[in-house]
């Protein structure tokens, strides 16, 4: 062995030697911090966010070949890179040098917003590039999987990459050989694709080509180092921990016997995780490099034999190949293990992830597992004794001693037998989101039927995710063996696996019915898939399936896109100069595609800086008897704890009305509460210390972490909000008839890719001091740090250059911990930075309210609604942040379009023991919204009308009031309805979906349109106030300053697009720098979609002054005019409204709970559009994000109020395979002037509500589904409506099967709040 190696490495070209590496540096922070090279970002830590992807290339020396592969810069040791040459974003172009086509186009077809995503996806495309220069549809999507954005929904970053594509423009769908050009979409050919007379939102013909030759070589350096250097174990040692890199497969074992607790770290996929969120530590890491053996691919007699070392994606590749060679009957196992490898997790982990540690962690979801376990696998094990075989059976997998792995002994190879004549295998999984989810269960299943004859002479079963590691369901398979393929058997079969395969009520990760109904629900689709087959095999003896069953074995999930985008192009009078109304890109676009845009976290490490971690409580209520600071105070780098005490005289502060401590040593109130906070020298030394606060509790009574807890303790921040609008109580009185009903809906995450951001940088001269934060309210930051340090607000100097998102969760919060960070940094005259992990910021910041909605509706039995009563709870956690004004508007927008002539609407903020829940986009309309309308769909199931009727009964004709008695034109609401029936082709597609369900059994397609009335305005005229500097410089460059964020909204690009025009001059002579307390003094907080609206009438205020007087002066808009009596029930609280209608189609798999979303569309009366593009990618990624409210997006809380869901792994936001497969959004052309910036409307908000159209798309499937099974009653659906709950609503004979725990008797995994 080498004693000390040393690490050779290169990095976008550049070699890189590390002589005392430490081997727990994974390379992201060693890319971020080491190098300066803050393009590749911090998502997640957890390779479930894609944020950090970088390219791998590897040069073989057998082979002569480099492999290029993407992966996750969070999961890789450094260590692991000897010899490899990575690739960041930097490396790919930059401003400076050249600009990539990637970067170019992802750019120019707006395919980034706040752009913190933006570098992993360019790195995703360029790798896919690089092995692909002309990628197919599937391979683009399929490469895009791994990443997250939460801003654009994916449809412009898919648009971008589809120019790449050898043919693009149509949705390369090659069902019946004909794609949607020649088609029409549905077949439905009177939809106009596209509209030909709308402009394009970029234009192609500008995109620099893509020449493959142009790209970075792989570095001869390495090259040779690969060929010529002897091959020995390399051995770095770090402080704490040894890592050992052998070469060959002898020095390998002997690092193992000498070491045999020592994990060999292929992937790191599975350790890695392990090591960060579970806090298992390795003193030494055995990590094999470049061992042939581990890598064969050996075809034989009997099957397939892979190395443990190759990669998942090497194994997918290898076995697409092989199943082109081969004939069926020999790859059913093959076929079965690809399925899986097509959804396991994302490109990046695929190619990490080794097929032995696959094997060898024994993941309880394990995909691959349970299809290896029934396909009869065998693992071939070396150690210094020799080789051996074992079965990759129950017994190795449930880790029987005798039956696994021996110390010493390293897994080599696997053998995957073919399959044979009469053997079929089958794989199933359902998750939460179709890709890049761990599953809920899954499933490998198999059966041998020896010479036809339709008897099972062998059935092997396997489950992943209902028990601690992959359950066989062995003694079911035996008693079914010689048992003919037929519905008794089949009877017989779930009965027996249900029995066998049992899982308790409080099973961890919950769930418990819908595992239980999937254990079987998939034996079914087994049964149906075999019969089917043996129908072909043999049509005389086996009669097959009935035809309506047929469908339930397709497949769901089509991954080919496609979207159109009409507006209405500018004036052609207008000057060509001028850019107001054009689609003009994103002003960061480019600096986002580069990874050049600097976020808070990726300003460099300043002298003497700090870092602050903090120390959460882990009880919901409770008092805190002591806390013991002096492990963590001795601990090497610590500087110092940050307790209450410090903050004597200044630990509280309130933004609305109720002030809110920020450190809490004496009683806790939620888990998640900020206690204390260790500042130390470096990150790693911060969080390592904060571990070490040992804190001894006393629990507290009451714990209140539901509504109906909240209800029944009457734990309110205040009396009810009420509205009361006519005579409710005298119209129930006069209607046909009366409905009751409520609904529950789940709260969200914000889960903006860059984590909360913080650095607070003291002045050292009279107590100034420049905060630089990831915000939407610098002014708020600036009070709550001035207060906390006790000096003038003129001191603080607050600056945002941009947010990598936002979505409403970053003032509150923010600011207490701002203001924590700044107390530090005073106290200790040094910087402070402070940026949260993924899990923590999850843990701490709250998000949207869950809400329960409860409902009395008085009809006509033609649909009319007489007279409504609503009631709305949202939870609202531990403090009141902004629960009461999310109330509020919720109950000023409940009407939504309709005018209900009497209705009384009252509204209460619950107070319980979770994190403060605080606002996100639409600010109580997405809860409020979806429960009228539940209501409304409900009153229409009475009436035995279709919802859209009684919608369009009921909603707001032309001129009339609203219930707050603020007149409203609701003209456009009509216009976008009926523009958005005839674009959808509503009529035509509601009868095609009713053929398709009468033909169909286990498949069913549902269709809904709603429409959306969103007043726009912040509901007080101080609120509304908006300030603009414009400085005019002597050789004609103009510099724009605003008090708005920018935080993905565009809103500096309309800042500029708004000067431009005003000083008629090109936006080139304009530029915008970030925003600052300096520059403009009291902004607002960015939020409730009216800041471009706001700042926009500012610069334009400014900049027409400024013209004739001055070259440098402020613009200031006094904000429109608003005001709310709540007294009388009275006011003017919005400046505008906002139309909108959407209508979408869904598809549902009845016996899973699968959903794919096939087609929506979108009709938005927005004004003139000051940028086109903008707006697009606004709606557009406002729906994604409801649609992920709405469906797939579920908080998962313990019992004892503790958030399970705290990652991208276990809290899934939609991502690109959840976008519709037609995506269609268009602009009423503009009919109304009025005072806003250029008669624009604000657009941040409103399309979140439209993504509920999915979950009355989806909730009109299941009532089909309900129906034709005889269930007629009344159909309760909550919302988010995930697989679970699609599932155990389309109730059938598997459903009834199951066994049910009473209520009460056991203590559940998790608790709805
Ligand atoms: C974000 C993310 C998403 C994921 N999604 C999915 C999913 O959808 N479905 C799914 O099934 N899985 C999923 N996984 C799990 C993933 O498949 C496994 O983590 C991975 O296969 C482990 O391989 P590895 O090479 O990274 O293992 P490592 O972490 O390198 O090693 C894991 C273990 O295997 C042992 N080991 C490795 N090789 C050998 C060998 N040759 N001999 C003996 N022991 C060995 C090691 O000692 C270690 O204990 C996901 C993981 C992540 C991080
Ligand atoms: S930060 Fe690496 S995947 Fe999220
Ligand atoms: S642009 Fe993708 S996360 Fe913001």
């Known amino acids: 062995m080498d004693g000390a190696a040393e690490l050779v490495f290169c990095v976008n070209g550049r070699k890189v030697i590390e002589k005392n590496v430490d081997p727990e540096t994974m390379l992201l922070p060693y890319l971020r911090k080491k190098l300066q090279l803050t393009g590749t970002k911090y998502g997640c830590g957890g390779g479930g966010c894609g944020a950090c992807t ?35 974003v930097e490396g790919v172009g930059s401003t400076k040098a050249r600009i990539h086509p990637v970067q170019e186009r992802i750019a120019k077809c707006h395919g980034t917003q706040c752009g913190f995503c933006t570098p992993g996806m360019v790195m995703s495309i360029y790798t896919l590039l690089r092995n692909h220069p002309e990628p197919t549809l599937d391979q683009l999507t399929d490469a895009l999987g791994g990443n997250l954005c939460r801003c654009t929904g994916y449809r412009p970053i898919i648009d971008a990459c589809k120019t790449f594509c050898k043919t693009s423009g149509c949705c390369q769908s090659k069902e019946n050989g004909v794609c949607c050009l020649d088609q029409g979409i549905n077949e439905l050919p009177e939809f106009e694709e596209g509209n030909k007379t709308s402009p394009k939102l970029f234009s192609e013909e500008e995109f620099l080509p893509l020449d493959p030759t142009q790209e970075l070589i792989f570095p001869p350096e390495l090259m040779i180092m690969a060929e010529k250097q002897p091959q020995r174990t390399r051995v770095f040692v770090g402080d704490r921990m040894t890592w050992i890199s052998p070469v060959t497969l002898k020095e390998l074992l002997e690092a193992k016997v000498k070491y045999p607790q020592a994990p060999i770290v292929m992937g790191n996929t ?82 990490m992830a080794s097929l032995g540690g696959h094997i060898v962690s024994r993941h309880l979801d394990s995909d691959l ?40 002994e390293i897994l080599v190879s696997v053998n995957i037998p073919y399959s044979r004549k009469w053997e079929f295998v089958s794989a199933f999984r359902q998750a939460q989101r179709q890709q890049n989810a761990l599953a809920i269960v899954n499933s490998g299943m198999r059966v041998f039927f020896g010479a036809g004859g339709g008897i099972i002479r062998e059935l092997s079963i396997a489950y992943g995710g209902v028990g601690p590691t992959t359950i066989c369901a062995k003694n079911s398979c035996q008693k079914l063996i010689g048992r003919p393929w037929n519905e008794e058997m089949l009877d017989a079969a779930c009965r027996l696996i249900l029995d066998e395969v049992s899982l308790p009520g409080w099973a961890p990760g919950g769930k418990v019915e819908f595992k239980r109904t999937l254990v079987i629900s998939f034996f079914f689709k087994f049964y149906l898939k075999v019969s089917q087959i043996l129908k072909t095999m043999d049509p005389v003896r086996y009669p097959g399936l009935a035809d309506k069953y047929e469908s339930a074995l397709e497949d769901l999930h089509s991954r080919n896109h496609w979207g159109t985008s009409k507006y209405q192009d500018v004036d052609p009078k207008q000057l060509p100069q001028d850019p107001i109304g054009r689609p003009i890109m994103h002003l960061s676009g480019i600096k986002h595609t580069t990874g050049e845009a600097i976020y808070c976290d ?117 009396g009810e909000r009420k509205l009361e609008y006519g005579n409710v109580d005298e119209a129930f009185k006069v209607v046909d008839q009366i409905l009751e009903g409520e609904i529950h809906m789940g709260g969200q995450e914000h889960f903006y890719m860059e984590t909360q951001s913080m650095l607070a940088v003291p002045k050292g001269e009279d107590q100034e001091m420049d905060v630089y934060v990831s915000s939407q309210f610098p002014k708020y930051i600036q009070d709550i740090v001035a207060a906390t340090l006790k000096v003038p607000a003129n001191k603080i100097m607050c600056h945002v250059k941009r947010v990598g998102g936002a979505f409403g969760g970053k003032v509150t919060k923010t600011g207490i911990m701002a203001a ?62 902004e629960s009461l004004f999310v109330i509020e508007i919720g109950l000023l927008k409940v009407d939504n379009a309709y005018k209900f002539p009497n209705l009384r609407f009252r509204g209460w903020a619950c107070r319980t023991n979770l994190p403060s829940n605080t606002a996100l986009r639409g600010f109580g309309f997405p809860q409020s919204g979806l429960i009228t309308e539940n209501c409304i769909t409900e009153v229409a199931a009475k009436c035995g009308l279709s919802p859209e009727k009684v919608r369009m009964m009921n909603m707001y004709k032309e001129i009339d009031q609203t219930p707050y008695k603020q007149e409203i034109d609701a003209t456009n609401l009509t216009q976008c309805w009926k523009e958005c029936m005839a674009t959808s082709s509503y009529s035509l597609r509601k009868v095609a979906v009713e053929k398709f369900n009468s033909e169909n059994y286990w498949k069913k397609k549902g269709l809904a349109m709603v429409p959306l009335k969103f007043p726009v305005g912040v509901l007080s005229t101080a609120a509304a106030q908006a300030a603009a500097l414009v400085h005019i410089y002597l050789d004609g460059s103009v510099l724009v300053t605003h008090g708005g964020i920018e935080m993905g909204q565009g809103v500096h690009t309309k800042m500029i697009q708004v000067a431009s025009r005003e000083l008629r001059m090109p936006m080139s002579n304009v530029h915008l720098r970030g925003t600052s307390t300096e520059t403009v003094p009291n902004a607002n907080v960015s939020g409730g979609s009216v800041v471009a609206d706001l700042n926009g009438l500012a610069v334009k205020a400014q900049a027409a002054f400024d013209e004739s007087i001055s070259l440098s002066a402020t613009g200031y808009f006094r904000g429109y005019e608003s005001h709310m009596n709540w007294e009388t029930g009275e006011g003017h609280p919005f400046e505008y409204f906002v139309f909108g209608a959407a209508c979408s189609e869904v598809e549902i798999d009845c016996l899973t709970g699968a959903h794919k979303n096939i087609r929506t569309d979108i009709v938005m009366d927005i004004g003139h559009s000051i940028n086109p593009a903008l707006d697009v990618g606004q709606i557009e990624g406002a729906f994604i994000q409801g649609m992920g409210l709405y469906t797939i997006e579920e908080l998962k809380y313990s019992p004892q109020g503790v958030l399970y869901t705290r990652g991208p792994d276990q809290y899934k936001i939609p991502a690109v395979s959840d976008v519709p497969t037609e995506l269609h959004v268009s602009f009423l052309p503009p009919s109304q002037n009025s005072n806003t910036l250029y008669s624009s409307k604000g657009l941040g908000e409103p399309g979140v509500f439209l993504g509920c159209s999915v979950f009355f798309a989806i909730h009109d499937a299941v009532r089909a589904a309900r129906q034709e099974r005889g269930l007629l009653g009344p159909l309760k659906l909550d919302s988010p409506l995930t697989p679970e709950k699609i599932r155990m609503a389309c109730e059938d004979k598997f459903t009834k099967m199951i066994p049910r725990d009473e209520p009460g008797s056991y203590v559940p995994w998790n608790i709805p709040v």
């Open 270 to 351: 599975s350790v890695g995780p392990e090591v960060k969120f579970k806090g298992a530590f390795h003193p030494v890491i055995i990590s094999p490099d470049c061992i042939e053996e581990l890598s064969v691919v050996n075809h034989a007699d009997d099957g397939l034999t892979l190395g443990a070392g190759l990669s998942l994606a090497q194994v997918k590749e290898i076995l697409a190949e092989v199943i082109q060679k081969l004939p069926e009957e020999k790859t059913q196992t093959y076929h079965a293990l690809l399925k899986h490898l097509g959804t396991l997790a994302g490109c990046q982990i695929r190619n």
């Open 602 to 718: 990726d300003m460099p490490v300043l002298d003497g800086e700090l870092f602050l971690a903090f120390v959460t409580s882990s009880r919901a209520h409770a008092e805190i008897v002591s806390i013991d600071l002096s492990e963590a105070l001795s601990l090497p780098g610590v500087v110092d704890i940050v307790t209450e005490e410090d903050l004597r005289g200044v630990n509280s502060f309130g933004l609305l009305g109720e002030p809110e401590k920020l450190l809490e040593t004496q009683e806790v109130f939620c888990v998640g509460q900020l206690v204390c906070a260790v500042v130390a020298d470096s990150e790693v030394q911060a969080k390592r210390a904060a571990k070490r606060v040992k804190i001894v509790y006393q629990d507290l009574e009451p714990v209140i972490l539901t509504i109906e807890e909240a209800i029944r303790h009457h734990s309110f921040f205040h």
């Open 820 to 881: 924590i960070t700044a107390f530090a940094a005073n106290k200790h005259g040094r910087p402070v930075r402070c940026i949260l992990e993924r899990g923590e910021d999850m843990l701490i910041t709250g998000g949207r309210h869950p809400y329960l909605g409860k409902y009395k509706a008085g009809f006509m039995n033609d649909g009319r609604i007489l007279a409504l009563d609503v009631e709305h709870y949202c939870n609202g956690g531990a403090t009141l942040d």
């Open 54 to 88: 970088v390219m791998i290339s590897r040069y073989n020396p057998i082979t002569k070949r480099i492999r290029h592969y993407p992966a996750n810069a969070c999961l890789l040791p450094i260590c692991s890179l000897h010899g490899a040459a990575v690739t960041t």
């Open 369 to 408: 597992n349970p299809l290896l376990a029934v396909g009869n696998c065998t693992l071939n094990l070396l150690s210094k004794e020799g080789e051996r075989q074992i079965p990759l059976n129950e017994q190795f997998l449930t880790k029987c001693p005798s039956a696994d792995l021996k110390p010493g």
